[in-house]
């Protein structure tokens, strides 16, 4: 079992529709959580982190956190054509521990 | 405020032969996390350096090595180049050893082992 497990899509969603993006992981004890988007050709960036269960809102993006079910996801509102990317779920136990990446979801957001 | 850069920003090298890849962190940061990441797949931690000490590591095997500089710039060496090998190494710097998230990736050097 993969610790963090993305289906690699693409995932294809008309513009102005809601994405939803979803990973989960194994290990139980994770603390932390984290979406990092990756467009073609470029480094990663952190777009998001949650470390409570629920959700948390910032602007068009809200993630959403089940450690019960040890499932992170996060939804895109009103997409944008500027929103095609590859989205990677991180994670990691503590925070003196290493952050593990998910394989990412391929993201196209359809004109 | 200056970024995370990487050098070289392309290589290419044969089997067996060494690459030394270079990483300036980011303005304030004192943690160096290097990554490999492989056309398709996510990032994958090598190892992590804090104030010039090791702070953990991946399931990478010894020919990959690194060092961190008193200014926290920092090298990630791979002896015995293989196929398997030609990736896109991502350098991250982040304040602290604890791992908030944060991390500031460079462009990253992209590998390729003939």
């Known amino acids: 079992q993969k610790e963090v497990e993305q289906n690699s899509g693409p995932l294809s969603v008309p513009e102005g529709a809601i994405a939803s993006l979803n990973c989960t992981y194994s290990?139980?004890?994770?603390?932390?959580f984290f979406w990092y988007r990756q467009y073609s050709g470029k480094s990663p960036e952190l777009i998001m982190f949650i470390y409570s269960n629920g959700d948390k809102e910032d602007g068009r993006f809200t993630a959403q956190l089940n450690k019960a079910s040890q499932y992170v996801s996060l939804l895109i509102r009103d997409s944008q054509p500027s929103d095609s990317a590859t989205y990677l779920c991180?994670?990691?136990?503590?925070?003196?521990?290493?952050?593990?990446f998910g394989k990412g979801t391929r993201l196209h957001i359809l004109p | 405020e200056t970024g995370v850069t990487q050098s070289p920003t392309h290589l290419i090298k044969t089997r067996g032969q060494q690459v030394t890849l270079r990483c300036s962190s980011q303005?304030?940061?004192?943690?160096v996390s290097w990554y490999q990441q492989a056309l398709g797949q996510g990032p994958q931690f090598i190892f992590q350096y804090y104030r010039e000490e090791e702070n953990g590591r991946g399931n990478f095997p010894p020919r990959f090595s690194g060092l961190q500089f008193p200014n926290y710039s920092s090298e990630l060496n791979v002896n015995a180049l293989e196929l398997d090998d030609s990736a896109l190494y991502l350098c991250?710097?982040?304040?602290?050893?604890?791992?908030?998230?944060?991390?500031?990736f460079g462009e990253g050097s992209r590998l390729t082992v003939l």
């Open positions: 991180a994670v990691n136990k503590n925070r003196d521990d290493k952050i593990i």
């Open positions: 290990d139980r004890g994770s603390q932390s």
């Open positions: 991250a710097s982040s304040l602290g050893a604890a791992n908030t998230g944060e991390l500031f």
């Open positions: 303005s304030g940061h004192n943690t």
